[in-house]
Antibody, heavy 122, light 107 residues
Framework: EVQLVESGGGLVQPGGSLRLSCAAS????????MHWVRQAPGKGLVWVSR????????NYADSVKGRFTISRDNAKNTLYLQMNSLRAEDTAVYYC???????????????WGQGTLVTVSS | DIQMTQSPSSLSASVGDRVTITCRAS??????LNWYQQKPGRAPKLLIY???SLQSGVPSRFSGSGSGSDFTLTVSSLQPEDFATYYC?????????FGGGTKVEIK
């Protein structure tokens, strides 16, 4: 069974840093790209970042580029999101997600973690 | 970035109603369009992928259609467990985007 378990969330002051983790199990982690998606309280889903299977390629939403860094440790089956220079608007539940690809080539998020809450406030 | 516009943003419906939610992309995305259902405090759940493919285990009252820039999610007969928020998502471009969501409430 595929499991994704996020951790590392909490309360941090504006300008501070936090590192989120996503522990993966039930599949060969090193074969999959991985993503982070966030959701501010009472708001919609927003894609944050993605990383390819070996960690050599990353992409970011404009809102976090230059402040957040996605990485992975395939030996530990763990995905990370290093968040620096945090702002109040970064307050959200952060989900990790594993994509699947349809036979026709389109891809989608079948597996999600339960999320971890990050609150940026003084 | 590709913008995804969902409508309506909310709707009230009764059990047994047919419900339709639309999603429009700011450019053509072929069939790189997915639909998710989310209930409060829970992670999103995949309903439809590749615009019209029903995810395994999802009831057949859910269906998706469309290609290019206009897409539709239909629930043929709304059930009590279907009251939730629904999101479309495009995976055509490198920078993924979601629609703003449609909250389906009980009338």
């Amino acid at each position: 069974e595929v499991q994704l378990v996020e951790s590392g969330g909490g309360l941090v002051q504006p300008g501070g840093s936090l590192r989120l983790s996503c522990a993966a199990s039930g599949f060969t982690f090193s074969r999959y790209w991985m993503h982070w998606v966030r959701q501010a309280p009472g708001k919609g889903l927003v894609w944050v970042s993605r990383i390819n299977s070996d960690g050599s390629s990353t992409n970011y939403a404009d809102s976090v580029k230059g402040r957040f860094t996605i990485s992975r440790d395939n030996a530990k089956n763990t995905l990370y999101l290093q968040m620096n220079s945090l702002r109040a608007e970064d307050t959200a539940v952060y989900y990790c997600a594993r994509p699947e690809m349809a036979t026709s080539g389109e891809w989608f998020f079948q597996h999600w973690g339960q999320g971890t809450l990050v609150t940026v406030s003084s | 970035d590709i913008q995804m516009t969902q409508s309506p943003s909310s709707l009230s419906a009764s059990v047994g109603d047919r419900v339709t939610i639309t999603c429009r992309a700011s450019q053509s995305i072929s069939t790189y369009l997915n639909w998710y259902q989310q209930k409060p405090g829970r992670a999103p759940k995949l309903l439809i992928y590749a615009a019209s493919s029903l995810q395994s285990g999802v009831p057949s009252r859910f269906s998706g259609s469309g290609s290019g820039s206009d897409f539709t999610l239909t629930v043929s007969s709304l059930q009590p467990e279907d009251f939730a928020t629904y999101y479309c998502q495009q995976t055509y471009s490198t920078l993924l985007t979601f629609g703003g969501g449609t909250k389906v409430e009980i009338k």
